[in-house]
Structures are given as C-alpha cells and as structure tokens.
C-alpha cells in the first residue's frame, strides 16, 4: 500500500502538475501572441527608422569629408595655378626690365657719339613713362600675391578670386604699354 500510494504521488506529482502549468503557460502565450505583433511592429519600425537615421549621418559625413577634400584641392589647383601665373608675370617683367636697360644703354652711347645733336628727350620720356608702369605693375603683383591666401581662406573663393583677377588683367595692360 505504501508503495501504491508512493508511485500514485509520484505520478500525480510528474504528470499532473506540468499538465496544469502548461495550460497556464499556453494562456499567458497566447496572450503574447496577440500583444506581439503589434509591439513587433512597433519595435522594428523603431529600428528601422534608428538605422536610418544612422545611414543618414553617415552620408552626410560622408558629404561632408567628401566637400572638405574638394575645398582643399580646389585651394591646391588655385595655389598652384597662382605659383606659375606670378613666375610667367615677373618673368615678363624682368624681360621688360632688361629691354629698358638696353635701351637706355643705347640712348646714353648715342648722346656720346651725338654729332648731329639729335633730340632724344622723347624717347628718354617714353623709357621714364615704360619705368614707371613696370614697377606699378611689380606693385600691383605683390599685393594682389600678398590676397592669395585671404582669397584662399574665404568662403567663396570664386568671387574672391575677381579681384585677383581685375589686378592680373591690370598688371597685364600695364606690360604691354
């Protein structure tokens, strides 16, 4: 007898309690299955939209990075652009420079050879005039290289570069007076 009421409880215990939990277990389940999807919903929704507010910033890092290297090439191309226009135009002017010395080398061995006193005071004029636009020109290029990297360091380089440009194109009519 003892031992039919041992295998009795012990069956009750093993087969009949789990039974009852489960069934407890199946309501609360089905309970979650009816309160999931919706919170599911919510939730990945939720990620999504947390992923793509994390795409977003990235691309506009990305845009970011990608504006900052272009500015700083941009300022390269403008720098080195500016290196070779300035050695062309004090070139250019050292030319000129040394076409005026020979002129004035040849006016000075005219005056001393000078039997038919020949009037020369025009063209020592037009030489004094050339010289003086040569160094308005050697000014002008020393300032308009002094703006560069204000030019450079502007938000709008593009129009920044128009004064630049103005004081070449003076620099230029001044060269060829």
Same mark, same amino acid.
Not at 153 to 175: M, Y
């Given at each position: 007898?003892?031992?039919?009421?041992?295998?009795?409880?012990?069956?009750?215990?093993?087969?009949?309690?789990?039974?009852?939990?489960l069934?407890? *277990?199946?309501?609360?389940?089905?309970?979650?299955?009816?309160?999931?999807?919706?919170?599911?919903?919510?939730?990945?929704?939720?990620?999504?939209?947390?992923?793509g507010?994390?795409?977003r910033?990235?691309?506009?890092e #990305?845009?970011?990075?990608?504006? &900052?290297?272009? /500015?700083v090439?941009?300022?390269?191309?403008?720098r080195?652009?500016?290196?070779?226009?300035?050695?062309?135009? +004090?070139?250019?002017?050292? #030319?000129?420079?040394r076409?005026?010395e020979?002129? %004035?080398?040849?006016?000075?061995?005219?005056?001393?050879?000078?039997?038919?006193?020949?009037?020369?005071?025009?063209?020592?004029e037009?030489?004094?005039? &050339? =010289? =003086?636009?040569?160094?308005? /020109? #050697?000014?002008?290029?020393? /300032?308009? *290289?002094?703006?560069?990297? *204000?030019?450079? &360091?502007?938000?709008?380089? =593009? +129009?920044?570069?128009?004064?630049?440009?103005?004081?070449?194109?003076?620099?230029?009519?001044?060269?060829? %007076?």
């Open positions: 007898m003892r031992s039919f009421v041992l295998i009795l409880s012990t069956f009750l215990t093993l087969v009949i309690l789990p039974v009852g939990t069934a407890h *277990d199946e309501t609360s389940a089905q309970n979650k299955i009816t309160v999931t999807p919706t919170t599911r919903k919510g939730s990945l929704q939720e990620k999504i939209d947390q992923k507010s994390q795409l910033k990235k691309i506009e #990305r845009k970011a990075t990608r504006e &900052a290297k272009l /500015a090439h941009r300022k390269e191309t403008i080195n652009f500016w290196t070779r226009l300035m050695g062309r135009l +004090e070139a250019h002017i050292a #030319r000129l420079e076409l005026i020979r002129i %004035e080398s040849r006016i000075a061995v005219i005056q001393e050879q000078d039997t038919q006193n020949i009037n020369l005071s025009s063209v020592e037009q030489v004094m005039e &050339a =010289k =003086k636009l040569l160094e308005e /020109a #050697r000014a002008d290029l020393g /300032a308009a *290289d002094a703006s560069l990297e *204000d030019v450079l &360091a502007s938000d709008h380089p =593009k +129009e920044a570069f128009g004064v630049i440009r103005d004081t070449v194109q003076n620099i230029k009519k001044k060269l060829m %007076e």
